[in-house]
């Protein structure tokens, strides 16, 4: 939906005495917002790679290897568990941890030998308990969507998940709207009153004003940058390119695009824009409106499925320039972890030092609301 454009086309006073009519107004007003939408969706569209490229280079071998002393640890106190020297409460402890950081790293791996060790001391399956969880999942998200997510569909992987969920959101809309539109007039027992005939009237009327403003541009860009119609092969080869990016903007129902383009090509100037009509505005704002509408959905997916393919907090505000700075600092934070847990695995092999560190260990309940499939914890 983003447009290539990055202006913010706008209405501007003609002199410091005007006042701009609240028309004028919502169009600047959606104007800004559109072209701060754009920039948005692009910072994020070129961070993305960026980020993962980051990602994959320098934090992900930090985190197997961070995964790989946490392994280590979970079979130690599994192969001490049994030792004399553990009271009862120890051992309790014990089972705390090595349940936790088995979930924790068949959340976040394949180690699948570590299962029968969670099941041994967790006295439940591992499966089962995720099937569950996975259950009770889609039956939340069902629930908040509205709609049926279907025995298929993929819990196990973030991107995944939300991919078929969008989807299939998307095709629910697109559903009711096209029963909403084709729905038999016999649907209603009475007959429709004057007012409300008149009213269906008037919607119908404005959409179709609404089309043709858009077409009423269109058109005009194609009569001046038909590219058959130009014999130089440079201005050929720059009025298809100019071409192109119409039949993008027309396609996508860009308003502001053709607008800007209008004025990149000189079609009109600044003093066209502020002489636009009052009821000329009002469609231009219709569409404006449903324009912004789809670029905030859109800005919304995208930051989604960052977000959960690369486990941040559902919510909160972030940014690409936040996510990178939240970037250095889990290298850094990681690095300091990985350091820490190689001196816990070289001293903690002896149980009477596991046992002095258990002392200090406290067992902290993981919060229900942890089903939440995009929760986090601290």
Request: glycine share 2%; charged share 30%.
């Amino acid at each position: 939906m983003a447009s290539s454009s990055s202006g913010n086309l706008r209405i501007i006073e003609r002199k410091a005495t005007s006042l701009l009519s609240n028309a004028q107004k919502t169009f600047n007003r959606l104007s800004k917002k559109i072209a701060k939408q754009r920039e948005q969706l692009g910072a994020w569209n070129k961070t993305i790679p960026l980020y993962q490229e980051k990602y994959v280079r320098e934090f992900d071998p930090l985190l197997q290897s961070f995964d790989e002393y946490r392994v280590q640890l979970v079979h130690i106190f599994d192969r001490l568990y049994s030792d004399k020297i553990f009271s009862k409460t120890d051992r309790s402890k014990l089972q705390h941890l090595i349940c936790a950081m088995v979930v924790d790293l068949l959340d976040s791996g394949d180690h699948v030998e570590l299962k029968e060790i969670y099941n041994r001391h967790s006295g439940s399956d591992y499966d089962a308990e995720e099937e569950q969880d996975n259950q009770e999942i889609k039956s939340m998200m069902e629930s908040m969507l509205g709609v049926e997510l279907g025995d298929d569909i993929d819990m196990r992987t973030p991107d995944d998940f939300i991919e078929q969920v969008s989807r299939q959101l998307h095709e629910k809309l697109h559903q009711d709207a096209q029963d909403q539109e084709h729905q038999a007039p016999s649907h209603s027992s009475r007959k429709k009153s004057a007012k409300a005939m008149a009213k269906e009237a008037r919607l119908q009327a404005e959409a179709q004003q609404v089309s043709q403003s858009i077409r009423e541009v269109f058109r005009k860009l194609a009569s001046t940058l038909h590219p058959d119609k130009e014999h130089d092969p440079k201005e050929r080869a720059r009025k298809t390119e100019l071409m192109q990016r119409v039949n993008s903007a027309y396609s996508n129902n860009d308003l502001l695009a053709l607008l800007e383009l209008q004025l990149e090509i000189e079609q009109i100037d600044q003093a066209a824009i502020n002489a636009i009509s009052e009821d000329r505005l009002k469609h231009y704002n219709k569409v404006l409106k449903e324009q912004s509408a789809e670029l905030q959905q859109e800005l919304e997916m995208v930051e989604m499925s960052f977000r959960a393919h690369f486990d941040f907090p559902p919510y909160g505000a972030l940014s690409p320039t936040m996510a990178f700075t939240m970037l250095e600092r889990d290298i850094a934070t990681i690095r300091q972890d990985i350091a820490g847990l190689k001196e816990d695995v070289e001293l903690l092999q002896d149980a009477k030092n596991l046992k002095k560190w258990l002392k200090a260990y406290k067992i902290v309940r993981r919060p229900a609301f942890e089903l939440d499939p995009f929760f986090e914890m601290p």
